[in-house]
């Protein structure tokens, strides 16, 4: 009894920070979009509806469902390419020639 | 299947791990947005490596580690949204009139604005004539409404027919001072 009240807690707190997080995600790619981090930005905001579709499934559905594990995995993935387009935007943006300034 | 899944995560989160790894290293100069950075970077190292782990020896810890990963990200991203909208409201505010960020009394009129614009831009001691002049008014209301504005302290005569902004003038034309409030006798 006390363990499944434990583990909805912690499933609603999930579920509020990422809900919250998801939405700042947004926010930052419409401020972000037009930079070189306005992609990965992006993925960062699929990401978070992943995190929260996710938690959503397991507050209405058994947590062991297997579903539920190849959607955690889904975003664990997710999360990765977000990072790895963080570095290919940075490494990109490094390796453009740097304009002379006008004295 | 599923103890095979949580070992793929595992194996995707020590990958996200060494991508965060050398984000941190290779920011770590830049000063502009640090914060936003470092938050974020925190928050995909605990989602990353701590839920797989969690997920391993403490299943039950697992949600508690993804709603801490999601508090980071939340810290990380709040910064930079925040500046955006303030910037925005002071994008709005400058763009706007600037008559429209001033508080005119009910005594005053348009031709007021006019008249301490032209002080305010020549930043000179000017007769009624010169003002009628450069505003497109006749010499009579020019004088009228310079009696007023030096009634209410915004202008004042220098000596006989000539006039300059005062401190109180300079502040109505900033919008910081309110036309009726601060300047009612």
């Not at chain 1, 390419?81 to 002379?100: A, D, K, T």
């Not at chain 2, 989160?13 to 920011?27: I, R």
Request: hydrophobic letters at 50%; zero cysteines.
């Amino acid at each position: 009894m006390v363990e499944e009240v434990l583990y909805n807690l912690t499933v609603a707190f999930s579920l509020a920070t990422g809900s919250a997080a998801g939405l700042l995600s947004l926010l930052t790619w419409e401020t972000l979009r037009r930079s070189p981090f306005g992609r990965a930005v992006f993925v960062l905001s699929v990401v978070m509806v992943l995190f929260i579709v996710y938690h959503v499934l397991l507050l209405v559905s058994p947590a062991s469902a297997a579903y539920a594990e190849v959607f955690k995995s889904a975003i664990f993935t997710g999360v990765m390419v977000f990072i790895w387009m963080l570095v290919w935007s940075q490494r990109r943006m490094r390796s453009r020639p740097q304009v002379e300034r006008v004295p | 299947m599923v103890g095979a899944l949580q070992l793929y995560d595992l194996a995707v989160g020590v990958l996200s791990a060494l991508g965060l790894v050398y984000l941190a290293y290779s920011q770590r100069f830049i000063v502009g947005y640090r914060r936003f950075f470092y938050f974020l970077i925190a928050g995909f190292l605990v989602f990353s490596v701590a839920g797989p782990l969690a997920d391993l020896f403490a299943p039950s810890l697992t949600h508690a580690v993804h709603g801490v990963a999601a508090s980071l990200v939340i810290l990380g991203l709040y910064d930079p949204v925040h500046n955006d909208l303030r910037k925005d409201e002071w994008a709005r505010l400058l763009l706007q009139e600037p008559s429209d960020l001033r508080y005119p009394g009910e005594w005053m009129v348009p031709m007021d604005d006019e008249i301490l614009e032209l002080f305010h831009s020549t930043d000179l001691v000017l007769t009624p004539s010169i003002i009628a002049y450069n505003i497109d008014r006749s010499r009579e209301e020019v004088n009228r409404r310079l009696s007023e504005l030096e009634a209410h302290q915004l202008v004042e005569r220098v000596e006989r027919g000539k006039y300059r902004i005062t401190q109180l003038g300079e502040g109505y034309l900033q919008g910081t001072l309110d036309g009726d409030r601060q300047t009612s006798p």
